[in-house]
């Protein structure tokens, strides 16, 4: 499978708990960060962002979950 191919699965848990979803796609681990590896910063972060999102409505997080999951 592709990479960057999201299973159904995956965009079932973005809708019911969107945090859960990009959890599993990402992680959520920051230790460790090369600031120069901005790709990698990024991805890292996605979590957060989801997370944060959810926090302050529920809609623009399933909203970014799913985006994070399909990019």
Same mark, same amino acid.
């Given at each position: 499978?592709?990479?960057?191919?999201?299973?159904?699965?995956?965009?079932? %848990?973005?809708?019911?708990?969107?945090?859960?979803? =990009?959890?599993? &796609?990402?992680?959520? &681990? %920051?230790?460790?960060?090369? %600031?120069?590896?901005? +790709?990698n910063?990024?991805? +890292? =972060?996605?979590?957060?962002?989801?997370? =944060? %999102?959810?926090?302050?409505?529920?809609?623009?997080?399933?909203?970014?979950?799913?985006?994070?999951?399909? &990019?």
């Open positions: 499978m592709e990479p960057g191919t999201a299973t159904c699965l995956d965009i079932i %848990l973005a809708i019911i708990l969107p945090p859960l979803g =990009v959890f599993l &796609k990402f992680g959520c &681990k %920051l230790c460790g960060i090369r %600031l120069a590896d901005r +790709q910063l990024w991805v +890292q =972060v996605e979590f957060w962002i989801c997370l =944060v %999102l959810t926090l302050l409505g529920y809609i623009p997080g399933i909203i970014y979950a799913v985006y994070a999951i399909t &990019k």
